[in-house]
C-alpha cells in the first residue's frame, strides 16, 4: 500500500510502499477513503524533535477486525482518530476510538464532520454557554472554528462573533451567519462577550483574553501555547480552561457518543454544514499542509488515498 512519510523535521513528505498493516487486538484495519488534515498534525512535521507517524481522522470501509473487537465487523462504514500512520490507503483504528458513519453520509463529510465537530461541540461545553449568551471564535474560518459558530448558534447562543487572520476568511465566515467578524489585528474586538473558543493561542491570548466580559469563560484547545497573566484574570474575574477531545474519547466514552449522535442529527436537520476546503491525493499531501500553514484554508482539508 501507498502511504506519505517524511524523515527530519520539516520534511519533506513523501509517498512510500509497505505492507498492509495487520490489526492487533481490540484493532480495527480501514480501508481509508477520507483523511482531515489538522494543524495539529502540521506542527508536529514542524516542530517535533523527530519523525512522528502522519495520523490524524480517518474516514472509510473496515477490511479486518482484531481479536476482541465487539462494535464493528468487515464491511462497516467508520471514521474515527488514528494514532498510527493514518495518511495511507489503509491504516489502524482502535476500537474506542471508532465510530459508525450513517449509510447516507459520504467519508469526506463524516471527517469534515466528526472529529472537529466533536472538538467545537467539547470547547462549548467546556465553556458552559448558556441560552442567549454571546460567544467569540478565533480561527473561525478553520475546520474546528467553521462549525463551532453553527454550533454555538445552534446551542442557543445570543451573539456569535467569529475572528480571523484576513478579508478573504472574514467573507466566509459571515456567511456562516455571525453577528460580527474581527480581525486579529483590530485595535478592539468589539463588544465583550461571555465566551471565547480559541483555537490559535500564542500571542492572540491577550486580546482574546481581553475581548471577555467581567466573569468570561475562554476555552484553549489549540496546539498553540501561550502564556495568561494571573492579574488579566483576576481584574475581570476571568476563567481560562483547557481542553482536548483525547481524553474525552479514552475516559468518557458515553459523552463521546452522545456528542456525535447530536452532531449526525444536527446534520439532517440543516443546522449544521461542513465546509470542505479542498480535496487531495495522498502525492499532494505537501499541498494539503501548506494550505494550512498558509492560513488559505476556508473550512476542512482532506486527502483522498
Same mark, same amino acid.
Given at each position: 500500500?501507498?502511504?506519505?512519510?517524511?524523515?527530519?523535521?520539516?520534511?519533506?513528505?513523501?509517498? %512510500? %510502499?509497505?505492507?498492509?498493516?495487520?490489526?492487533?487486538?481490540?484493532?480495527?484495519?480501514?480501508?481509508?477513503?477520507?483523511?482531515?488534515?489538522?494543524?495539529?498534525?502540521?506542527?508536529?512535521?514542524?516542530?517535533?524533535?523527530?519523525?512522528?507517524?502522519?495520523?490524524?481522522?480517518?474516514?472509510?470501509?473496515?477490511?479486518?477486525?482484531?481479536?476482541?473487537?465487539?462494535?464493528?465487523?468487515?464491511?462497516?462504514?467508520?471514521?474515527?482518530?488514528?494514532?498510527?500512520?493514518?495518511?495511507? %490507503?489503509?491504516?489502524?483504528?482502535?476500537?474506542?476510538?471508532?465510530?459508525?458513519?450513517?449509510?447516507?453520509?459520504?467519508?469526506?463529510?463524516?471527517?469534515?464532520?466528526?472529529?472537529?465537530?466533536?472538538?467545537?461541540?467539547?470547547?462549548?461545553?467546556?465553556?458552559?454557554?448558556?441560552?442567549?449568551?454571546?460567544?467569540?471564535?478565533?480561527?473561525?474560518?478553520?475546520?474546528?472554528?467553521?462549525?463551532?459558530?453553527?454550533?454555538?448558534?445552534?446551542?442557543?447562543?445570543?451573539?456569535?462573533?467569529?475572528?480571523?487572520?484576513?478579508?478573504?476568511?472574514?467573507?466566509?465566515?459571515?456567511?456562516?451567519?455571525?453577528?460580527?467578524?474581527?480581525?486579529?489585528?483590530?485595535?478592539?474586538?468589539?463588544?465583550?462577550?461571555?465566551?471565547?473558543?480559541?483555537?490559535?493561542?500564542?500571542?492572540?491570548?491577550?486580546?482574546?483574553?481581553?475581548?471577555?466580559?467581567?466573569?468570561?469563560?475562554?476555552?484553549?484547545?489549540?496546539?498553540?501555547?501561550?502564556?495568561?497573566?494571573?492579574?488579566?484574570?483576576?481584574?475581570?474575574?476571568?476563567?481560562?480552561?483547557?481542553?482536548?477531545?483525547?481524553?474525552?474519547?479514552?475516559?468518557?466514552?458515553?459523552?463521546?457518543?452522545?456528542?456525535?449522535?447530536?452532531?449526525?442529527?444536527?446534520?439532517?436537520?440543516?443546522?449544521?454544514?461542513?465546509?470542505?476546503?479542498?480535496?487531495?491525493?495522498?502525492?499532494?499531501?505537501?499541498?494539503?499542509?501548506?494550505?494550512?500553514?498558509?492560513?488559505?484554508?476556508?473550512?476542512?482539508?482532506?486527502?483522498?488515498?
Amino acid at each position: 500500500m501507498r502511504r506519505v512519510r517524511y524523515e527530519s523535521a520539516g520534511g519533506p513528505l513523501f509517498l %512510500e %510502499e509497505v505492507p498492509v498493516p495487520e490489526p492487533g487486538p481490540g484493532e480495527l484495519l480501514v480501508r481509508c477513503e477520507a483523511v482531515g488534515v489538522t494543524l495539529p498534525m502540521v506542527r508536529k512535521v514542524t516542530e517535533a524533535a523527530e519523525p512522528v507517524p502522519l495520523g490524524g481522522e480517518i474516514a472509510g470501509v473496515v477490511v479486518a477486525a482484531g481479536a476482541g473487537v465487539a462494535r464493528f465487523r468487515a464491511g462497516d462504514r467508520v471514521t474515527g482518530l488514528c494514532f498510527g500512520y493514518g495518511y495511507a %490507503e489503509f491504516a489502524v483504528l482502535h476500537e474506542a476510538m471508532t465510530s459508525p458513519v450513517p449509510d447516507d453520509a459520504d467519508p469526506v463529510t463524516a471527517v469534515a464532520l466528526v472529529r472537529s465537530g466533536l472538538v467545537a461541540l467539547g470547547a462549548l461545553e467546556a465553556a458552559r454557554l448558556a441560552p442567549g449568551e454571546s460567544v467569540l471564535v478565533t480561527a473561525a474560518a478553520s475546520g474546528v472554528g467553521h462549525l463551532a459558530v453553527q454550533l454555538a448558534r445552534a446551542r442557543g447562543a445570543g451573539r456569535v462573533v467569529g475572528a480571523v487572520s484576513g478579508p478573504g476568511k472574514a467573507d466566509f465566515v459571515r456567511s456562516l451567519g455571525v453577528d460580527a467578524c474581527v480581525r486579529y489585528d483590530d485595535d478592539g474586538w468589539g463588544e465583550p462577550v461571555d465566551c471565547v473558543l480559541d483555537a490559535v493561542g500564542g500571542d492572540l491570548l491577550t486580546p482574546a483574553l481581553a475581548a471577555l466580559a467581567p466573569h468570561g469563560r475562554l476555552v484553549a484547545y489549540s496546539s498553540g501555547g501561550g502564556t495568561v497573566r494571573a492579574y488579566d484574570l483576576l481584574v475581570g474575574a476571568k476563567s481560562v480552561i483547557g481542553f482536548q477531545m483525547a481524553l474525552i474519547a479514552r475516559g468518557r466514552p458515553e459523552l463521546y457518543e452522545q456528542w456525535r449522535q447530536e452532531l449526525w442529527r444536527l446534520l439532517a436537520e440543516g443546522a449544521v454544514k461542513p465546509a470542505v476546503h479542498g480535496e487531495f491525493a495522498l502525492e499532494d499531501a505537501a499541498a494539503a499542509h501548506e494550505a494550512i500553514t498558509g492560513r488559505a484554508n476556508l473550512g476542512k482539508v482532506v486527502l483522498r488515498p
